[in-house]
């Protein structure tokens, strides 16, 4: 199956912006009408510092906030020690890990995977959160990316926008750090996150680059 020509509006050639933003408008009309619109505002709030590690390259801060439904999530700030301020950031996505975070810092797993600590060894504030159904948000009595408790609280929803609007969150929190450059954010991921980074780049404007690794598929 083909990838579907995405500057071409009703068979025209679309070479204006405004026909893009209308276009635009028109594909995430649909996309949502797929995932379902979120039922809750996201609210990204209550945002606390659990612990904070010195290491040889940079801080690791473990915080944990609020969003939506009084959903807590964890995640890690990695806060290089010798960079101008403010600094890019960078939102790092795990991939299908039950570890979910942990890998992506260097934690747990696969050091091929720990892309969030090499970034911020090379000077960008990191943030690496646990996405719903892995890390520390299993959720009790299930396997990892177990989503069956989800969509009895969510029928109308889909994981995949809830994916979207915790990514949308995890920027959130970098809007409120005055050490980051709002107008530097990035997104990255593998996999599972390689999935979520290719929708949050489309979605949140306050996203300006990304790396999706092996996160693309045909959704037929």
């Given amino acids: 199956m083909a990838i579907k020509e995405l500057l071409l509006s ?3 050639v679309i070479s204006e912006i405004s026909q893009w933003q209308k276009k635009r408008e028109n594909i995430v009309s649909r996309l ?7 039922p809750v505002l996201r609210n990204t709030r209550t945002i ?7 290491l040889q390259d940079y801080k690791r801060r473990k915080i944990r906030y609020i969003v939506g439904d009084d959903d807590n999530i964890t995640a890690y700030l990695l806060i290089p020690n010798h960079v101008k301020l403010p600094a890019p950031a960078i ?35 990191i943030i690496a959160p646990d996405y719903l159904t892995a890390g520390e948000r299993i959720y009790p009595s299930e396997e990892g990316f177990a989503s069956a408790p989800f ?5 109308d929803w889909s994981m995949v926008g809830k994916n979207i609007e915790d990514s949308m969150a995890a920027v959130d929190v970098l809007h409120t750090l005055d050490y980051v450059d ?6 990255i991921g593998h996999s599972h996150g390689g999935h979520n980074a290719i929708f949050a780049m489309a ?16 959704f037929s």
């Fill in 10 to 12: 009703n068979k025209v």
């Fill in 32 to 38: 949502y009408s797929t995932i379902g619109s979120p």
């Fill in 48 to 54: 606390e510092t659990l612990y904070e590690e010195e």
């Fill in 203 to 218: 979605l949140d404007e306050r996203i300006k680059a990304g790396v999706s690794n092996c996160g693309m598929s045909i």
């Fill in 182 to 187: 709002k107008d530097k954010i990035g997104a």
């Fill in 151 to 155: 969509y009895e609280q969510y029928p």
């Fill in 91 to 125: 939102v790092a996505m795990h991939q299908t890990v039950n570890s979910g975070k942990d890998e992506v810092v260097g934690l747990d797993g696969y050091r091929d995977f720990a892309y969030g600590h090499e970034l911020a060894t090379r000077g960008y504030v």
